[in-house]
């Protein structure tokens, strides 16, 4: 079974509005789920982060919903230098009761003149 | 703040040498995390030390790979011997945590490509 699911690309244009959405089960009640970004030859830098319902910072909002078996990013108005790949990060559940912080496959946004 | 330091930033070694990562976090930060990227896995997590000491280290792939932190400044990762499916690029996050929380927000440096031929 998945950690975490995302579409592994998507297209936009500039000035639009991006929303990316992350599945995630077995992850704990009572931690963060967080979005980063990642440029090539650099390391994932954070967005956004959240628990549940809406958040909503200078450069993106964060819809959890309720049963948090998934997180929505949005970015408002796009422009080319977002283009990027976004990662959910999510604190994972195993067998044993732990939680570790587990990454998803990362969402490739294109964004077109 | 300079931010968490990693060297070499390029790492080109033979398969059977020994290879040693190096990390240095930001001030402050009481956790350390090494990830491992490549295309066919993606961002992988290590293991994370908590106050210098090891918390998980169920994503070490083999023995061959081990992770010290001998101080809050400084940690370090080897691989010996290195195989060529150890190519990838590894990173080292830190993170400040008021709530215990492992995900609270983590700050990566730039990474190390490691080329194992």
Same mark, same amino acid.
């Given at each position: 079974?998945?950690?975490?699911?995302?579409?592994?690309?998507? +297209?936009?244009?500039?000035?639009?509005?991006? /929303?990316?959405?992350?599945?995630?089960? /077995?992850?704990?009640?009572?931690?963060?789920?967080?979005?980063?970004?990642?440029?090539?030859?650099?390391?994932?830098?954070?967005?956004?982060?959240?628990?549940?319902?809406?958040?909503? /910072?200078?450069?993106?909002?964060?819809?959890?919903?309720? +049963?948090?078996?998934?997180?929505?990013?949005?970015?408002?108005?796009?422009?080319?230098? +977002?283009?990027?790949?976004?990662?959910?990060?999510?604190?994972?559940?195993?067998?044993?009761?732990?939680?570790?912080?587990?990454?998803?496959?990362?969402?490739?946004?294109?964004?077109?003149? | 703040?300079?931010?968490?330091?990693?060297?070499?930033?390029?790492?080109?070694?033979?398969?059977?040498?020994?290879?040693?990562?190096?990390?240095? !976090?930001?001030?402050?930060?009481?956790?350390?995390?090494?990830?491992?990227?490549?295309?066919?896995?993606?961002?992988?997590?290590?293991?994370?030390?908590?106050?210098?000491?090891?918390?998980?280290?169920?994503?070490? !792939?083999?023995?061959?790979?081990?992770?010290?932190?001998?101080?809050?400044?400084?940690?370090?990762?080897?691989?010996? !011997?290195?195989?060529?499916?150890?190519?990838?690029?590894?990173?080292?996050?830190?993170?400040?945590?008021?709530?215990?929380?492992?995900?609270?927000?983590?700050?990566?440096?730039?990474?190390?490509?490691?080329?194992?031929?």
């Amino acid at each position: 079974l998945a950690k975490t699911t995302q579409p592994i690309s998507m +297209d936009s244009y500039e000035g639009q509005e991006v /929303n990316i959405t992350c599945s995630h089960n /077995n992850i704990a009640t009572n931690d963060y789920i967080t979005w980063y970004q990642q440029f090539p030859s650099q390391g994932p830098r954070f967005i956004i982060q959240g628990y549940k319902t809406k958040v909503t /910072n200078e450069v993106a909002s964060l819809f959890i919903p309720a +049963d948090r078996k998934s997180s929505t990013l949005s970015l408002p108005r796009v422009s080319l230098s +977002d283009t990027a790949v976004y990662y959910c990060l999510v604190p994972w559940g195993r067998s044993g009761g732990s939680y570790i912080p587990t990454f998803g496959r990362g969402t490739s946004l294109i964004v077109h003149p | 703040d300079a931010g968490v330091i990693q060297s070499p930033r390029h790492e080109v070694t033979e398969m059977g040498q020994e290879v040693t990562l190096r990390c240095k !976090p930001i001030s402050g930060h009481d956790y350390l995390f090494w990830y491992r990227q490549t295309m066919m896995r993606g961002l992988e997590l290590l293991i994370y030390f908590n106050n210098n000491v090891p918390i998980d280290d169920s994503g070490m !792939p083999e023995d061959r790979f081990s992770a010290k932190m001998p101080n809050a400044s400084f940690s370090t990762l080897k691989i010996q !011997p290195s195989e060529p499916r150890d190519s990838a690029v590894y990173f080292c996050a830190s993170s400040r945590t008021t709530s215990g929380r492992a995900t609270d927000t983590q700050y990566f440096g730039p990474g190390t490509r490691l080329t194992v031929l």
